[in-house]
């Protein structure tokens, strides 16, 4: 398949200005922040054992490989910006492809933002115990739909504000600013993984000390349903499929940018976890979601821990930008198309962004900052799973047609890289939908809801599902 020239004909239209450099660093920023950051202390409660908290994220960083793998595959012969929403559309239909759109606004990118967000509140909260999540004024509801308003709700918000402007004035000037976020972020880690295991005051004792569970589940049930946590701590490894129209020679860039985001990120995941186990037993660690901040403490006092936290919190700031970035783009390509609301298509004549798509985004993550953190956890993994297994199932069907371009990646043992993404990522619907029922429906309904919209009225006359 031919490149394209290095400006699109449509003169509205987005500019291919990003690099391989870029496109990792999007793809790291996307999926280094939230989950790394908070999961480890709801997976010490859920299964009580330091092998099964790193087998688990070992799962997830293959599982995030393969699938990195066959969306290289999909983005190569689809070198358009919209990642599954282009995929869907091809080989389901129309319906299909305004869905995956439809989810990724709520689920996919609005809900991660606000996520990171309030992560980055719980961080702050070190110096501010008002800014944390715990520490709400006003606390509404009860069970998994207990909505808080207090410190940590206006500073996330406040934060996707400020990030949904910068983005207004064009991808030149959020690129190397996200490339600075990025390797401060790589630095912060690299720098916490050295110095916790050389200097900091740990122990390796902890990983032979297990602690009692929080849950009564079944641990093969419950590798499952921790399985969606760790699934959202990956999820990113997709990022640069979404912005695929304004990279430069598509077809060697994003392979490149995937498979090494990918890779680089699950390397980091591990070496965190191993330091948060040395540095603090199970037992302190159950329900902790400012992980970092316990870990740095325990390791080099509250002098230095301050440090870390700090720039822990900067970490974060890295990840609400890569997907404020990134989410617009997928609107626009639908709104292109015709298949979103057409506000989400202008491109704004001097800074050639979505300034539509932006606000609306910034605007919908600002209200979810109310969410509940855990459900908002279960949420975003339940949708991002089954959409993502529907795009490499959609792998399948492709590859019949003449002319499609294969990696060799993707070629070995086929269809041993894709029926196992598959897999897992049934197995995890499968367990969600029975142990977590409540939650399940209305991520569910978010896409029924979806459905609806397009059929009353975006649903083109004559057309198809």
């Known amino acids: 398949m031919s490149e394209r020239s290095p400006l699109p004909k449509d003169p509205s239209g987005l500019l291919r200005q990003l690099g391989i450099i870029s496109a990792t660093a999007l793809v790291v920023s996307n999926m280094i922040g939230t989950g790394i950051f908070t999961t480890t202390g709801f997976l010490a409660g859920d299964f009580g054992r330091t092998d099964l908290v790193l087998y688990i994220w070992l799962l997830g960083a293959v599982c995030a ?39 990724s606004f709520f689920a996919g990118f609005s809900a991660p933002i606000a996520f990171a967000a309030l992560a980055f509140s719980d961080y702050l909260g070190y110096f501010w115990p008002g800014l944390k999540q715990a520490n709400a004024q006003f606390t509404v509801g009860s069970g998994d739909w207990t909505f808080k308003v207090g410190g940590a709700q206006a500073c996330a918000s406040a934060l996707v504000a400020v ?21 401060t972020k790589i630095a912060v880690i690299l ?4 110095f916790g295991l ?45 912005v695929a129209e304004e990279l430069k020679q598509p077809a060697r860039t994003l392979p490149i940018a995937l498979a090494a985001g990918t890779g680089l990120v699950a390397l980091l995941y591990v070496g965190l976890n191993v330091v948060f186990i040395y540095a603090v037993p199970l037992e302190k660690m159950k329900g902790v979601i400012a992980i970092g901040s316990l870990a740095s403490a325990s390791l080099f006092g509250p002098a230095v821990a301050g440090i870390f936290s700090a720039l822990m919190a900067l970490s974060l700031v890295s990840t609400v930008n890569a997907m404020v970035t990134i989410g617009p783009r997928v609107y626009y390509a639908m709104a292109k198309n015709g298949v979103f609301f057409q506000l989400a298509a202008r491109v704004h004549e001097n800074w050639r962004t979505p300034v539509w798509a932006i606000l609306a985004q910034g605007l919908c993550a600002m209200i979810m900052t109310f969410t509940p953190f855990p459900s908002l956890f279960f949420y975003i993994g339940f949708i991002l799973n089954f959409f993502a297994s529907m795009s490499v199932a959609s792998l399948l069907i492709f590859r019949k047609r003449p002319g499609w371009q294969k990696l060799r990646v993707v070629s070995f043992a086929y269809p041993l890289v894709p029926v196992s993404f598959l897999i897992v990522g049934i197995w995890m619907t499968l367990f969600g939908l029975t142990l977590r029922p409540f939650l399940s429906a209305i991520a569910i309904l978010t896409v029924l ?6 059929h009353l009225w975006l649903r083109p006359k004559g057309a198809g599902v």
């Open 65 to 103: 490989l393969l699938g990195a793998f066959c969306y290289s595959e999909l983005g190569v012969n689809f070198p358009s910006s919209g990642g599954e929403y282009v995929y869907l559309t091809q080989a389901y239909g129309p319906m299909w492809g305004f869905l995956t759109g439809w989810v």
């Open 163 to 183: 990030f949904t402007i910068i983005n207004l004035f064009g991808i030149k000037l959020v690129a190397p600013l996200q490339n600075f976020l990025t390797a």
């Open 191 to 194: 720098g916490f993984v050295f």
């Open 198 to 242: 050389s200097a900091g005051t740990g122990s390796w004792d902890h990983f032979s000390m297990d602690t009692a569970r929080t849950t009564t589940t079944p641990l093969a049930s419950q590798f499952a349903i921790s399985l969606f946590f760790v699934y959202v701590g990956y999820s990113g490894w997709n990022a640069a499929t979404y």
């Open 449 to 454: 809801t979806g459905a609806l919209v397009y």
